[in-house]
């Protein structure tokens, strides 16, 4: 479902009741599957464009080096040649959105390290695309990078204060960073907005996580 122009989300529901030729009722609804919770923010107007996923789906042969280039496509009937009228130019530029990793999450409140006066350890929970992360009975989903690797970046408004990048899922905002970027620790009563990103040696940042941490 297309919630805004260039936006998807992908949608599943429990029950289909047909209530007229090509008019259906969806109930039980499953949203933001496959890592597209971040289009549920957009209402879907009116008339919005509907793409049924089905076993007629399949892959464009686009190869991992031409993510990001640019590619004139001209699309129809097989039966034909691409010079028939049938066909429809149309411009593309693949971006590898399937690739990226899946927003963290359970972000943690955080807590200070003992022995460290001060410091804050933040702390998530990873996802992951593999088909075996659907397994209930696993401690942890796998990894499904090359390494495991996050950004977590430390906002004030719109601005970008800093980025902490570590290679575990958790990371630790110190005294003295806070002292740099607020003039003092942070302390009760106080909020600080992060934004977290899980890395891919291919595509770059996945899909972020946006909180609000309160003190």
């Known amino acids: 479902m297309e919630s805004a122009p260039g936006v998807w989300e992908i949608v599943q529901a429990g029950a289909a009741e047909l209530l007229a030729p090509g008019r259906y009722r969806l109930t039980r609804l499953l949203r933001g599957q496959r ?3 971040g289009a549920m923010g957009n209402p879907a107007p009116a008339g919005a464009r509907i793409v049924f996923l089905d076993t007629a789906l399949a892959s464009l042969p686009i190869a991992e ?11 129809g009937p097989a039966s034909r040649p691409v010079s028939d009228e049938t066909y ?3 411009a593309f530029t693949p971006a590898g959105v ?14 200070r390290k003992p022995r460290t006066p001060g410091d804050l350890t933040i702390r998530w929970t990873r996802r992951s695309r593999a088909l075996a992360a659907d397994n209930w009975g696993g401690l942890e989903v796998p990894l499904a990078e090359e390494l495991e690797a996050y950004e977590v970046e430390i906002l004030d408004g719109a601005t970008v204060k800093r980025v902490l990048s570590v290679n575990t899922a958790s990371a630790v905002y110190t005294a003295a960073q806070q002292t740099a970027d607020w003039g003092a620790p942070l302390g009760p009563g106080d909020t600080l907005d992060i934004r977290i990103y899980q890395l891919s040696a291919l595509v770059g940042r996945g899909a972020p ?7």
């Open 35 to 37: 890592g597209t919770e």
């Open 65 to 75: 080096a031409d993510l990001g280039i640019p590619w004139n496509w001209r699309i």
């Open 209 to 215: 996580k946006s909180v609000t941490l309160t003190f």
């Open 98 to 111: 399937g690739l990226r990793p899946f927003s963290v999450a359970h972000v943690e409140q955080p807590w």
């Open 88 to 90: 429809v130019a149309q």
